[in-house]
């Protein structure tokens, strides 16, 4: 999952970087902050120094020293006001301009704090949902694993309203790149902790709240729609959802919107170019199919919409989709011929008409002229 929410000492993660909410002079101080410089050691303090301080919102980047993370980001967070002196713009600012640098670093992994939350007096509701929001965009267009690093418990309760109204957030505008728990995430009233992978975690090794197994039985108890299928079978089949949507020829945004939407209805071509991507058996493609919406596009504005059959082969048989006033039908093929207009099981019955045809030229039953 590239975001996740986890409990941890942020000086013990094993990222690639690790975000320092530092004070203006880069030189050390309290909380977060004081506890990277101990841990990372007097070459850090000494590389600080160099730097030239560093603005409110910005951020620059140094060595992580005798920290398990390669190099730390340090952004100097807003101190709080009443929310009016531009303090989410400069908090924004911070995630962006972090975010750059590790991106520019080619960091696969970083690990934020809740910046500004502390004794810089920022609500903490509210600084969580500028992080997630500031990392959930930048995650549409990039490929990294991003954790936000939550260390005392105690101080980080948020209501459960606030946890649902973060998950919603998440859904709406990011897609996970092959994640165990993406199937929790798509609106199943399920508490917070499973929808955004809140872990417990002990040296970056985080463990589920919520059991997997736990979590397996609720899906069988309900339909799956056609996202959650989607997904389940991408999981199934060893991919990234990069990979599947790249190969079905499928742009990102549509499939982030397949993603977040559990009641997304695609559209026929939309379900054929996944089936073939994933390379489906027929049993497995015809249980897709069922989750697949009917389009009313004709092909020319002076026609109307053609009333076309679709045919779906493999070695082990075929099957013909049509589309009806009731919806989609999904017939077998035993002829594995395609066919369009009339209804497809008024042609297997017409079949019945030729049964006594035969491939051999007919013999002369009339005789000749003596």
């Given at each position: 999952?590239?975001?996740e929410?986890?409990r941890n ?12 909410a530092a ?5 050390g ?7 990277i410089h101990?841990a990372?050691?007097s070459?850090?303090?000494a ?8 603005k409110t ?7 992580g020293?005798?920290l ?17 002196h ?11 301009e972090?975010?750059?640098?590790a ?6 992994t970083v690990a934020?704090p809740l910046?500004?939350?502390?004794v810089y007096g920022?609500?903490k509701d509210?600084?969580l949902?500028?992080a997630?929001?500031v990392?959930?965009d930048?995650?549409l267009?990039?490929e990294m694993k991003?954790?936000?690093v939550i ?10 309203k606030?946890?649902?109204d973060?998950a919603?957030?998440i859904d709406d505008n990011?897609?996970d ?5 993406r ?6 009233n399920?508490?917070?902790?499973a ?15 919520m059991?997997e197994e736990?979590l397996?039985a609720k899906?069988r108890q ?6 959650q299928?989607l997904?389940?079978k991408i999981d ?6 990069s990979?599947c949507y790249k190969?079905?020829n499928?742009?990102?945004k549509l499939?982030?919107k397949?993603r977040?939407?559990?009641n ?11 089936a073939i ?8 493609a015809k249980d897709m199919l069922?989750g697949?919406?009917l ?8 026609l109307?919409?053609?009333q076309?059959?679709?045919?779906i082969?493999d070695r082990t048989?075929a099957?013909?989709?049509e ?6 039908r999904?017939h077998?093929?035993p002829?594995?011929v ?8 008024q042609?297997l019955?017409?079949l019945s ?9 007919p013999?002369?039953?009339f005789s000749?002229?003596?």
């Amino acid at each position: 999952m590239p975001l996740e929410i986890v409990r941890n000492d942020i000086t013990k993660m094993k990222v690639d970087a690790i975000v320092n909410a530092a004070n203006e002079s880069l030189l050390g101080g309290g909380g977060v902050d004081g506890a990277i410089h101990r841990a990372a050691g007097s070459g850090l303090l000494a590389e600080c120094r160099t730097l030239g301080g560093c603005k409110t919102g910005k951020a620059k980047i140094t060595g992580g020293y005798n920290l398990p993370a390669k190099y730390v980001i340090h952004t100097v967070g807003p101190i709080y006001n009443d929310g009016k002196h531009g303090e989410k713009a400069l908090l924004e600012s911070c995630y962006r301009e972090s975010l750059a640098l590790a991106k520019e670093q080619n960091c696969e992994t970083v690990a934020f704090p809740l910046i500004s939350s502390g004794v810089y007096g920022y609500p903490k509701d509210q600084a969580l949902k500028v992080a997630i929001d500031v990392i959930s965009d930048f995650l549409l267009e990039n490929e990294m694993k991003v954790y936000i690093v939550i260390f005392d418990k105690a101080a980080y309760k948020i209501s459960e309203k606030l946890f649902s109204d973060i998950a919603e957030y998440i859904d709406d505008n990011y897609v996970d790149e092959h994640t165990d728990y993406r199937r929790e995430s798509m609106r199943m009233n399920m508490p917070m902790q499973a929808s955004i992978g809140m872990f417990e975690a002990d040296l970056c090794e985080c463990k589920a709240i919520m059991p997997e197994e736990d979590l397996d039985a609720k899906l069988r108890q309900i339909d799956e729609s056609f996202s959650q299928m989607l997904l389940r079978k991408i999981d199934e089949k060893g991919l990234k959802d990069s990979q599947c949507y790249k190969k079905a020829n499928i742009n990102r945004k549509l499939f982030s919107k397949i993603r977040s939407d559990i009641n997304y209805r695609p559209s026929k071509p939309t379900v054929l170019a996944f089936a073939i991507a994933l390379e489906l058996p027929l049993e497995e493609a015809k249980d897709m199919l069922s989750g697949m919406n009917l389009t009313d596009t004709p092909f020319s504005d002076r026609l109307p919409a053609a009333q076309l059959h679709w045919i779906i082969a493999d070695r082990t048989g075929a099957v013909t989709l049509e589309s009806t006033v009731h919806g989609i039908r999904v017939h077998e093929n035993p002829a594995g011929v395609l066919t369009n207009n009339p209804p497809f099981d008024q042609q297997l019955l017409r079949l019945s008409e030729y049964v006594h045809l035969s491939p051999r030229q007919p013999e002369s039953s009339f005789s000749l002229p003596s």
